[in-house]
Structures are given as C-alpha cells and as structure tokens.
C-alpha cells in the first residue's frame, strides 16, 4: 500500500502537467490546467482554481511566472498571472481581462501593448474565435 502511493507520487512529481503546493512529501498536487489565475500578495501567492478554491503559496509570483513560461500563461500584472485558456475576452480599451467565471482582472498600463499584440495575433492564427 505503501509502495503504490509513493509510486503514485513519484509519477505525479515527476510529470509537467501538475504543480506541488507546500512542502515535499506534505504537498498537495494540483493539475496546471486547472489553475485560473495566480495574484500575488507581498511574498505569497494566492493561487484560484477551477472549482472557485484558492490556495495560498508561500512562492512569489515571480517563481510561479518563470515556473510556468513555457505553458499557457501570462503575466498581465504585477499581481496577476492568468491562464489563457480561460480567457474569454479583452477590453484594451478599459485594460480589462475578462475571464471564465465572471472574473475580470485588470491590466497594467505597461503590459497593456504587450497583450493587444498578443491578442491580435492569437486572432489571426485562429479565424474562428471571434472575441478573445
């Protein structure tokens, strides 16, 4: 019994698609794909899930930024690291994201441009999303 869980453990550690919180043999996993968004609070990080939990963190969002720079998400803040999976709409206008959920995130002056770039070219590779 033993043996099965640290086997389970050492496959879910090992594998890209999930993300420890806590400490090594204490944590709990959690699948990157069902991480919202991540805001910072001075040195931890709370971290929202799909299911409307959060969970705090004692990295800061910086780690969390270098930690996930080859997946799906991007920092529009200096609080705030957004999935772009869930991602349903971008307001440059007003530097707002609006995300699944009814949540709405707003933008930083300074990475507003980044992100209007970002997202025009997102909608040119894929002629059939309409609205991001």
């Known amino acids: 019994m033993i043996q099965i869980r640290k086997k389970q453990r050492q496959y879910i ?5 999930y993300l420890c919180i806590g400490y090594k043999h ?12 991540i805001e910072a609070s001075e040195s931890y990080s709370w971290i929202y ?6 969970i705090l963190s004692s990295k800061t969002i910086g780690a969390y930024q270098e930690l ?6 991007t920092r529009i803040h ?8 869930y991602l ?22 300074r990475k507003n441009r980044m992100i209007s770039k970002m997202m025009s ?7 059939c999303r309409a609205t991001l």
Do not use: C, W
């Open 13 to 17: 550690s090992e594998n890209q698609e």
């Open 26 to 37: 204490q944590g709990q996993y959690i699948a990157k794909a069902q991480i919202l968004y």
């Open 49 to 54: 899930l799909r299911n409307g939990s959060r």
């Open 68 to 73: 996930f720079s080859e997946d799906n998400f």
């Open 78 to 85: 200096r609080s705030y690291l957004i999935n772009l999976s």
């Open 88 to 109: 349903k709409r971008y307001e440059p206008r007003y530097r707002l994201m609006y995300l699944k959920g009814e949540i709405v995130l707003p933008v930083s002056h």
């Open 121 to 127: 070219n997102k909608m040119a590779n894929t002629p």
